[in-house]
Structures are given as structure tokens and as C-alpha cells.
């Protein structure tokens, strides 16, 4: 089990193969990102995860890491199309945050089915937490004077209430939109991040984003 104190970011960010054909059968785990927030003491409600394919059918198992805090149900059939609950128990789980994972492992078209990876995280809290996803990004400048591309975070709290927050750039050549916020449970903020190298020399500079919150876990930092 990995747990992680309110205050340290918790993020996941999946660069997926842009362009392949599919030629064989292929699943599709629905979600692949489950939080439960609950108060210490508190059992969250059971979350479905649906895995269906494209294709025609593929044979799968699943697997999980052992977490005392996590269960999940009695799946339908280890052939796609097929479903299972997930659901989480703070009972004996301090104040905090838990991660974990489970894995959907095809035994049929092998080579068309790499592993999907199930994230799972609990969120045991009296009050608001801040989440930022991803908790870093990458700019490449390849060609002078043409910008990169802006960025987004998307900052969200799984815990009550809502978390207040300002957002500040470490260094004058990235910015970050909007300067503050306020995010409760289901809905999340969206930030936009930019960068400007400006006369900056030819090299790889490191900055961060700071969200530092009045009454949530603070401060939450964003690499970039």
C-alpha cells in the first residue's frame, strides 16, 4: 500500500500511441481513474468498472495490489464484455491519502492487449483536499520565436466542501490562468499553463506552479 499525507501531489498522466490500427480484438476498461473521498471512519459507495472490447471478445484476469482499505466484487466473466464493483473502507485508515492499483491482463490477442491499469485512490478527510493532475509538464521549444503550446492542470477536491486556492509561477517566463480558484467535489478548476522563453538561452530550464490553499493541504506544487 502506498499512502501519501494530505499536502504531497497526487497525479497520473498516460501518453498512450497516437496512429495504431487495431487489426485484432481490443478491450477498453472503463474507468481507469477511481478516488473515493470519505470521512475517518466512513465507507464510500462501490464504483462500477465496465470492460467491454472492440473487435470481438478477449479472454482477461485481473489483479490487484493488496490493499486493506480496497474490495471489489465478484466479476461477471473473465470474457469481455464484463464488470466488477470497486469499493473502499476508511474503518481502520487514518487521515491521509491511499493509492493503489489493479491490472487487467488479456490471456487472448496478447499482442493486441497490453495491460490496462486501474488507479485507484482514497481520500480520508474531515475537509477540503487539493489534487493536481498531472503534477508536472513538459514544454519543447523546436523552433525560435514559435511558442509551445499551452498546458493544462485540471485541480480538483475529492474531500468536502471547497478547496480555495491561488495559483503562482516560480519564474517570469511561465504564467499560469486563472491566478486563483475555488474547486469542490465534482467540480474541478482547470488551469492554463504557458510558457515564454523570451531571450532565454538555448538550454532546459525547471520551474513549478504553486497552489498554496487557506483550508485545504498546502502548499500543492506543480512541476514544470
Given amino acids: 500500500?502506498?499512502?501519501?499525507?494530505?499536502?504531497?501531489?497526487?497525479?497520473?498522466?498516460?501518453?498512450?500511441?497516437?496512429?495504431?490500427?487495431?487489426?485484432?480484438?481490443?478491450?477498453?476498461?472503463?474507468?481507469?481513474?477511481?478516488t473515493f473521498?470519505?470521512?475517518?471512519?466512513?465507507?464510500?459507495?462501490?464504483?462500477?468498472?465496465?470492460?467491454?472490447?472492440s473487435g470481438g471478445p478477449v479472454n482477461f484476469i485481473l489483479s490487484g495490489q493488496s490493499q486493506g482499505w480496497l474490495t471489489y466484487g465478484s466479476i461477471t466473466g473473465n470474457t469481455t464484455p464484463a464488470s466488477f464493483s470497486?469499493?473502499?473502507?476508511?474503518?481502520?485508515?487514518?487521515?491521509?491519502i491511499y493509492t493503489g492499483?489493479?491490472?487487467?491482463?488479456?490471456?487472448?490477442n496478447v499482442s493486441a492487449n497490453p495491460p490496462v491499469i486501474i488507479n485507484l485512490t482514497l481520500v480520508v478527510s474531515?475537509?477540503?483536499?487539493?489534487?493536481?493532475?498531472?503534477?508536472?509538464?513538459?514544454?519543447?521549444q523546436t523552433q525560435v520565436g514559435l511558442l509551445p503550446a499551452p498546458q493544462t492542470v485540471t485541480v480538483?477536491?475529492?474531500?468536502?466542501?471547497t478547496a480555495t486556492f491561488t495559483a503562482a509561477p516560480s519564474d517570469t517566463w511561465l504564467s499560469?490562468?486563472?491566478?486563483?480558484?475555488?474547486?469542490?467535489?465534482?467540480?474541478?478548476?482547470?488551469l492554463t499553463v504557458s510558457v515564454n522563453p523570451g531571450s532565454l538561452a538555448q538550454g532546459t530550464y525547471t520551474?513549478?506552479?504553486?497552489?498554496t490553499s487557506s483550508n485545504a493541504n498546502s502548499p500543492v506544487t506543480i512541476g514544470v
Fill in 176 to 190: 499560469v490562468s486563472p491566478t486563483s480558484g475555488g474547486a469542490a467535489s465534482g467540480s474541478p478548476v482547470t
Fill in 126 to 140: 474531515t475537509g477540503p483536499v487539493l489534487v493536481a493532475s498531472p503534477s508536472s509538464l513538459t514544454f519543447t
Fill in 207 to 211: 520551474g513549478n506552479i504553486t497552489l
Fill in 1 to 34: 500500500m502506498t499512502k501519501k499525507i494530505l499536502g504531497v501531489v497526487l497525479g497520473v498522466f498516460v501518453l498512450l500511441a497516437a496512429g495504431a490500427v487495431p487489426v485484432q480484438a481490443q478491450f477498453i476498461v472503463n474507468p481507469t481513474n477511481i
Fill in 37 to 53: 473521498a470519505v470521512s475517518p471512519g466512513s465507507n464510500a459507495s462501490p464504483q462500477l468498472v465496465f470492460i467491454q472490447s
Fill in 86 to 96: 470497486v469499493s473502499a473502507n476508511s474503518s481502520n485508515t487514518p487521515v491521509g
Fill in 101 to 108: 492499483t489493479m491490472t487487467v491482463t488479456a490471456t487472448s
Fill in 156 to 161: 480538483s477536491n475529492p474531500g468536502p466542501g
